[in-house]
């Protein structure tokens, strides 16, 4: 008898079953070892294939997901009598199917970020994923290729990507616990989805705000990669987690030059707390070492740029008992022509949006403009409209309700998504 197992690549859903059932279903997925689960036994009834039409809610989510787990749990089974080049099961359903006096089998093509669990037994091959896809098998005779065989792996709810996405959004906003379901199925369903970076951070962000350190830890693992796709705020929350959870992550040596304050915050947080310091950690400790708070040069300068403002800067430091002055603009300038970034910006906001949005990113890295930051974070979006990238301009407005879930921006913006 020969007996083949094969377990790919894994993603953050890792555990399922032995947990509590009151818990949220979001541990799901990964492929544990089930007692008996090599052998072939009776064929336990299964649906007829067919996909449900089905809304996208977090009743909905749960469902599925319960009827997945239950898969998985009862090891249920669809077999197959014929041999046959192309296969269909379900999420979480082992697929089993006899082979053609084959006597080795290899999974050689795979999505992204999936894995799998395959037996090959007495002839018959037991395949199972939970996560939806094409998966093909390569089979082989005395070590040569003989054929390849094409199993798609399809979910029995037809909820759409978009659907599920914005299901994880709004538990997002209201800080529900749905949210942890929501983002299980959405890796299950979409393992390559359009929206995964975004998925992953919400994950990691909620995480981080219910101060969840085994959430924290397997958000972490999901975002780690894409490190510097994500913006400077995003960066300094997956750098706090970092912290909190005691990982270390690969930071890129462009991020240890940023000016952006929230982001310089994280990372001296960060480099502070791990035990190992590579070159980038020392030479951005002793940077920061010789930084230091306003000081009398600071604050020269300061009133210097305030004449050119035409503006009255407030007193830094002052010990005289007087009331400093309101400032009127904050912003700083560039070194060319004397204008802010913002205001660069919001002259080619009609006319040219790319430039519109360059400028808008260096005013929100070097610029002091808390107050106008959720208007920059609509605008940023608006040109990516005009421009039709879509994915930066969902970027953006997730980052305006994330940040300002209150503002009239908020409000402006649900315009553009339709």
């Not at 090891?75 to 192309?86: A, F, R």
């Not at 007495?122 to 994923?129: A, D, I, L, P, Q």
């Not at 998925?199 to 830890?217: E, H, P, R």
Request: aromatic share 8%; with cysteine; glycine share 6%.
């Amino acid at each position: 008898m020969i007996v083949a197992g094969i377990l790919v690549g894994c993603t953050n859903i890792d555990n399922l079953g032995g947990k509590k059932d009151s818990g949220p279903i979001r541990e799901i997925g990964g492929e544990p070892q089930i007692p008996g689960e090599t052998k072939i036994v009776e064929n336990v009834p299964v649906d007829d294939g067919k996909v449900v039409n089905k809304e996208a809610n977090n009743e909905n989510i749960k469902e599925y997901l319960s009827i997945v787990k239950g898969n998985l749990k009862g090891s249920v089974k669809k077999v197959e009598d014929s041999v046959e080049n192309n296969y269909t099961v379900g999420l979480g359903e082992t697929l089993v199917f006899p082979l053609d006096n084959e006597r080795a089998i290899k999974l050689t093509a795979s999505p992204k970020n999936t894995n799998t669990k395959i037996n090959l037994s007495n002839g018959k091959v037991s395949f199972r994923s939970v996560y939806q896809g094409q998966y093909v098998l390569s089979t082989y005779v005395d070590g040569s290729l003989n054929r390849k065989i094409a199993i798609a792996v399809i979910a029995k709810y037809d909820f759409s990507e978009r659907e599920v996405y914005d299901v994880i959004m709004q538990n997002f906003e209201s800080k529900s616990k749905d949210l942890e379901n929501a983002v299980t199925l959405y890796k299950m369903m979409f393992p390559t989805g359009r929206y995964a970076k975004e998925v992953n951070y919400l994950f990691l962000k909620y995480a981080y705000d219910i101060k969840n350190t085994s959430l924290m830890s397997e958000a972490l693992a999901g975002v780690k990669n894409d490190f510097s796709s994500y913006s400077d705020s995003e960066k300094a929350t997956i750098l706090r987690v970092a912290k909190l959870t005691n990982k270390d992550i690969f930071v890129p040596s462009e991020t240890y030059k940023t000016s952006d304050s929230e982001l310089k915050s994280a990372l001296q947080e960060y480099v502070g707390n791990k035990g190992s310091l590579d070159k980038n950690d020392k030479v951005f400790i002793e940077k920061t070492k010789k930084e230091t708070p306003e000081t009398a040069n600071t604050v020269a300068r300061e009133k210097v740029r305030a004449v050119l403002d035409e503006t009255v800067l407030t007193k830094v430091g002052s010990t005289s008992g007087t009331s400093p002055k309101t400032v009127k603009n904050t912003t700083s300038k560039t070194e060319t022509n004397g204008e802010s970034f913002y205001d660069k910006a919001m002259k080619n906001l009609n006319s040219n949006p790319r430039v519109a949005i360059e400028n808008f990113k260096k005013s929100l890295s070097t610029e002091k403009i808390q107050d106008k930051k959720p208007e920059i974070y609509y605008n940023i979006a608006s040109s990516y409209a005009k421009l039709g990238n879509k994915v930066e301009v969902t970027k953006y407005l997730r980052l305006l309700k994330q940040e300002f879930p209150n503002s009239e921006w908020v409000k402006r913006s649900e315009a553009l998504t339709k």
